[in-house]
């Protein structure tokens, strides 16, 4: 290769790959196997050590995965990833070197469904708590850490309603106060935006939506920026300080800019187990490949959607952010200026039971828990998602009871259109 540094859609194709050492095989092998082979003790004694990189078992790490690893970190702009079983995995991967039992994340209210459950209720039982923050607002940010927080977490582009994150606003809050600002960027993906390149210490993803992009593994992933001090406090003891789950290894120390992922790995994965599986990897890899081409459809259809349903009677207000309507327009153009991805909501004139309506009457959508397919999703998010929250919650999030969220897909937007709109004529007649 020259020394251009290549561009996304080449990168998209070709980082971390190569063609297989033993066969020549040009697509990555599926790396079906448990274990491998150690060439002698010295040789494994040195990979338990640390000492050597290489191939264990597969709790840990896979060629496959490897591959998929590497990609995600250099379509990020980061040093390493790491791989997991799904998008929940990755978020408890995130944390896991950061937390210990009192200790607290700043989380804005707007966030993925599931994330906001697991984030009120599941973590407890480690002892971490969370403190929601309307993120519109960074001085609230700032005013809700304290002694005890650890990082600072959030959407750039917020499930449901589609809202922008002042991403560079929060990233100064995190960084006056020494904390890691972790980013959840699914519904944006690298191509649409690079968290690590506005100040975000860590990127999370589940890759079961756009990066495999058509709805057939759940996968996730963390990427490290590798730009974080985690020895400049001591709040960061297991990075910093001798691990004790590791025979006293200091990985700061020792690795530098890939502790946090050489933590994942030799640590995380080891004992927590949450790795994703060879042929997860493959089918997200195929994915990526065409990363680029899929997300400037699924943003040229969300802009027609959009605008469409805006200009109609039957609905109150459309969210999405690429419209010039959209309070959080301006802010898209500068931290999404490729386009505000292809996730909102809309409000049909009629209430919660005109959505239910709707949802049962589109043909083309899919009525299913899922976002960033191919296909247009749709889904009443206060019924489903959003159930298992209070509705001033449920409000805060933008999962309000009148609206339904939409993930638009790569069909003909005409077709989409029209099948809305035969659905907005049952919906509210
Ligand atoms: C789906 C999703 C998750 C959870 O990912 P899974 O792969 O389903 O575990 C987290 N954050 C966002 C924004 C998501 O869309």
Request: aromatic residues 8%; hydrophobic residues 40%; charged residues 20%.
């Amino acid at each position: 290769m020259t020394d251009r540094t290549p561009g996304f859609d080449t990168l998209q194709v070709h980082a971390g790959a190569r063609p297989d050492t033993a066969t020549g095989a040009r697509q990555t092998p599926i790396y079906q196997t448990t274990a491998y082979v150690f060439r002698d003790a010295e040789h494994a004694a040195a990979l338990f050590n640390l000492q050597e990189v290489g191939y264990i078992y597969s709790r840990l790490t896979n060629p496959t995965v490897a591959v998929l690893q590497e990609r995600i970190a250099t379509l990020e702009g980061g040093v390493g990833a790491v791989c997991c079983s799904s998008g929940h995995a990755a978020q408890i991967m995130a944390l896991f070197p950061l937390m210990q039992p009192g200790r607290n994340i700043v989380a804005s209210t707007r966030l993925y469904g599931g994330t906001v459950t697991q984030f009120t209720q599941t973590i407890k039982r480690f002892g971490w708590s969370a403190k929601f923050v309307d993120f519109d607002d960074p001085q609230a940010v700032a005013d809700a850490i304290d002694d005890d927080t650890r990082a600072i977490f959030g959407e750039v582009i917020a499930n449901p309603g589609g809202w922008i994150m002042d991403i560079d606003s929060i990233a100064k809050v995190a960084d006056d106060a020494g904390l890691p600002l972790i980013v959840d960027n699914t519904t944006a993906t690298p191509y649409l935006h690079r968290p690590i390149e506005h100040g975000a210490t860590l990127v999370v993803h589940s890759t079961t939506k756009f990066l495999t992009g058509n709805g057939t593994v759940t996968g996730g992933c963390v990427v490290d920026s590798g730009k974080f001090d985690w020895s400049a406090s001591d709040k960061f003891p297991s990075l910093s300080a001798p691990e004790p789950a590791y025979h006293g290894l200091k990985f700061h120390e020792t690795f530098g800019p890939l502790a946090f992922t050489f933590h994942g790995i030799a640590i995380g994965l080891r004992d927590l187990g949450m790795t994703l599986n060879p042929q997860s990897a493959h089918y997200t890899l195929m994915g990526i490949e065409t990363l680029s081409l899929r997300m400037e459809r699924h943003v040229e259809n969300a802009v027609k959607v959009a605008k469409w349903l805006e200009q109609d009677d039957r609905v109150d207000y459309v969210t999405y952010a690429g419209l010039e309507s959209s309070p959080y327009n301006d802010l898209a153009k500068k931290v999404c200026p490729k386009g505000a991805g292809s996730l909102f909501t809309f409000a049909v004139k009629g209430g919660y039971d005109a959505c239910i309506k709707l949802i049962d009457a589109v043909e083309i959508f899919s009525h299913v828990a899922n976002l960033g397919d191919t296909r247009s999703l749709i889904i009443h998010s206060a019924s489903t998602t959003h159930r298992q929250l209070e509705e001033n919650q449920q409000r805060a999030a933008g999962a309000d009871p009148e609206v339904v969220r939409v993930s638009i897909g790569i069909e003909n937007a005409e077709d989409l259109i029209a099948d809305l709109d035969q659905a907005l004529t049952k919906a509210t007649a």
